[in-house]
């Protein structure tokens, strides 16, 4: 079989352009335009390019975009202090704080800071408990972007045997959450896993989010299986630096029915779904009907 490939960067510009025409009409019915506040602490030079991203599509899509760029060195009170202050703008409809933030500050305690609707990334301990509890909820984004485009592939996910491989709070826990949610056997596959190869190759579904550079061969794979590949490994080959996910794309795509690229895959769809999560926050905060299709 060869696999048919997730095109997430076509995906990704789909829902930017259903979150453009959702904000263009609040804007004319209701005089509302979102607005999405990202803070970044620090100079880390990922986090930047990020950001600017971030800003970039923010503006693209018709929302109010706020950076707010503060040294490395900035106290914890003071951190605190801008998100109290977000969190009281009602111009402010979505709060980011770029992860990873510098050592001294204590990350749990900043996210959980966020007022909970606010709270885009769906980081918030609120949130992470309304998803576990199959309440709305703000959802995380790139967790959000791989079901999204599961859905889209299969239509109805219900009964359908998926691992994820990858424990993380960011990904492989909310991940597991929104399969279950949407009536999938889920198996949370980590480093301490026995027998990870007959794990995966039961799976209809795989989600790879372990970043491991190409740690799931093909031969792994069940035939027809959809992998949604959500690692971004930059490697050195052939003298060359090289973006690959953790699945090996090549024997894997030999095998799978469906399967996202490295890069072009989920990566576009998580910048896309911060869009759509900052329209949906918006919508509640207004009391307007939610977005239909970009949300869990
Ligand atoms: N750093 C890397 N990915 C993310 C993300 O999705 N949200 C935040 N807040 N920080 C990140």
């Not at 007022?115 to 984004?141: E, R, W, Y």
């Not at 709070?169 to 980590?190: E, W, Y």
């Amino acid at each position: 079989m060869v696999a048919q490939v997730i095109d997430g960067k076509a995906f990704a510009a789909n829902v930017r352009a259903q979150v453009a025409d959702q904000v263009a009409k609040l804007k004319e019915e209701n005089g509302i335009t979102p607005g999405l506040a990202v803070v970044l602490v620090g100079e880390d030079p990922a986090s930047q390019v990020y950001v600017r991203s971030k800003g970039k599509q923010t503006v693209e899509v018709g929302m109010n975009s706020y950076e707010h760029k503060l040294d490395a060195e900035t106290s914890e009170e003071d951190l605190l202090a801008l998100i109290d202050k977000l969190n009281n703008d009602p111009a402010v409809h979505g709060i980011l704080v770029q992860l990873p933030l510098p050592k001294h500050l204590n990350e749990d305690l900043v996210i959980n800071s966020i007022d909970p609707a606010k709270d885009v990334d769906g980081f918030h301990i609120s949130n992470v408990g309304l998803l576990g509890t199959g309440q709305k909820s703000m959802v995380p984004c790139t967790p959000l972007g791989c079901l999204m485009m599961l859905r889209d592939h299969h239509g109805s996910l219900s009964g359908m045997d998926a691992v994820v491989i990858g424990r993380s709070n960011i990904v492989g826990k909310p991940m597991a959450q929104l399969l279950l949610g949407d009536s999938c056997t889920v198996t949370v596959a980590h480093s301490r896993t026995k027998d990870l190869p007959d794990v995966v190759r039961r799976a209809d579904i795989v989600v790879a989010a372990v970043g491991r550079p190409e740690m799931v061969p093909g031969d792994w794979i069940k035939e027809g299986a959809t992998v949604i590949d959500v690692g971004i490994n930059r490697i050195e080959r052939d003298g060359k630096n090289k973006l690959v996910g953790d699945v090996d794309y090549a024997s894997a795509a030999e095998r799978a029915g469906a399967i996202t690229p490295v890069p072009g895959g989920v990566g576009p769809m998580t910048i896309a779904c911060l869009l759509a999560n900052t329209l949906t926050a918006c919508c509640r905060a207004n009391s307007r009907p939610e977005p239909e299709g970009l949300t869990a």
